[in-house]
């Protein structure tokens, strides 16, 4: 997200001084950048999503679960079994291969801050892709209304 020394630094173009084939060029990368905001968008729901479950599979374990058989997932979808040691410890995947050992509380509220982070990028996230939107929206008016004065021209 942009600084307030960076929202000052932004200057207004007028739109209506581009030619035709300046706001068809804009308007096509404008529309890119929305594809790819969306995606990544897309990509960190994915990841919320992984949290809150993680969550909720901590949430259903019980302290009596000791020598409890359960299903180990070795990749999507391949699992083997597996005895819980102690169900208040478990070990989270925090990325790039890396496992740290947690207690159960303490993984439920590193989880919880997880999710809250991807939620807080999430939201950057479409406030930038909504400014696009809105600038798309600007270069189709002017679009249109270059378009009707050309036509009201001949």
């Keep these: ?24 060029g804009m308007k096509h990368t404008v529309e890119q950048e929305c594809a790819v905001l969306k995606e ?11 949290f809150v479950a993680s969550k909720e599979a901590l949430d259903a374990i019980q302290p009596n679960w000791e020598n409890r058989e359960v299903l180990v997932p070795l990749t999507s979808s391949l699992y083997v079994n597996g005895r819980i040691k102690d169900p208040n410890n478990v070990l989270l995947n925090i990325g790039a291969g890396y496992y740290i050992e947690k207690n159960l509380d303490e ?12 939620q807080e ?18 270069i189709v008016g002017v679009l249109e209304m270059k378009k009707k004065a050309a036509s009201n021209q001949s």
Excluded: N
């Excluded at 990544?40 to 992984?50: I, P, T, V, Y």
């Excluded at 993984?107 to 999710?115: A, D, G, Q, V």
């Design 1 to 24: 997200m942009a600084s307030t020394s960076e929202d000052e630094a932004l200057v207004q173009v007028d739109l209506t001084t581009w030619s035709l084939d300046q706001l068809f």
């Design 40 to 50: 990544s968008q897309q990509a960190l729901q994915d990841c919320k999503e992984k």
């Design 107 to 118: 993984s439920k509220e590193y989880l919880e801050k997880r999710t809250a982070y991807v």
């Design 121 to 138: 990028q999430i939201e950057k996230v479409e406030k930038v892709r909504l400014h696009k939107v809105m600038f798309i929206d600007a």
